[in-house]
């Protein structure tokens, strides 16, 4: 059986949809806490993919978080083994930061459902060909962006962040969105005391519910094809 290591880096930034579609390819997803306290391994031995969700910090607040350090360490000798890597939201910015891009606050916060407009490359991609039909509209929810790494593939953009995927060496992914986020794990990010922080970016909690309800279940079936196209990588 195939083993997949996901690193969650918040309290509610769990592995979602992606686990899921996982365990139904038959492979074992085992989620490692950073956030409070498990050790980042020192190499991808013994995993056959790495993915690595968002947070709520920044790639480059490795002085407050030192187990970004060791991700982005991992993450390095991830390629060099090449070991498939997915990295989401705060995983994508850390791939960036990796393999040589730069990471730094977005002209603005994107959060909410936004459109995501794919190039031509991405049409030959082998995790998104096919899947590109219609509107793709999935979560945002980050306030950073970053600079497509030497060698990467730009697949997709929106109109306030350039670079919202990207692959490289056939095997790294990098998605600036949340595939991941499906609807029981973002009633559990929204339904917190604080809304999830939606209302201090004047953000209704309630209607961007509602609005994950219309938007969700087109990014879900988009999910499930990338995710399980992802879990087949060498």
Request: with cysteine.
């Amino acid at each position: 059986m195939k083993r997949v290591l996901f690193i969650q880096n918040g309290e509610y930034e769990g592995p979602g949809l992606f686990a899921t579609v996982l365990g139904d390819c038959g492979v074992a997803v085992e989620t490692l806490h950073a956030w409070r306290g498990d050790k980042v391994p020192d190499l991808p031995r013994g995993w056959d993919g790495i993915a690595i969700g968002g947070g709520s910090m920044s790639a480059y607040d490795t002085a407050e978080f030192p187990f970004l350090k060791n991700e982005l360490s991992l993450l390095k000798e991830s390629r060099a083994m090449k070991t498939p890597v997915l990295g989401m939201c705060l995983g994508a910015q850390l791939m960036a930061a990796a393999y040589g891009g730069d990471v730094f606050p977005n002209n603005a916060k994107e959060i909410g459902f936004f459109d995501i407009h794919f190039t031509e490359a991405a049409k030959s991609d082998p995790l998104w060909r096919g899947s590109l039909a219609g509107p793709f509209r999935p979560v945002n929810w980050h306030g950073d962006a970053f600079t497509l790494p030497p060698g990467a593939i730009h697949l997709a953009s929106s109109d306030l962040t350039p670079n919202q995927l990207f692959s490289l060496d056939g095997i790294l992914y990098g998605l600036q969105f949340h595939l991941e986020i499906d609807r029981p794990l973002l009633a559990e990010m929204v339904t917190t005391d604080d809304g999830g922080g939606l209302p201090q970016h004047g953000i209704d909690p309630q209607q961007f519910l509602h609005t994950a309800e219309i938007a969700l279940p087109g990014v879900e079936a988009v999910g499930r094809d990338v995710f399980a196209r992802w879990a087949k990588l060498p």
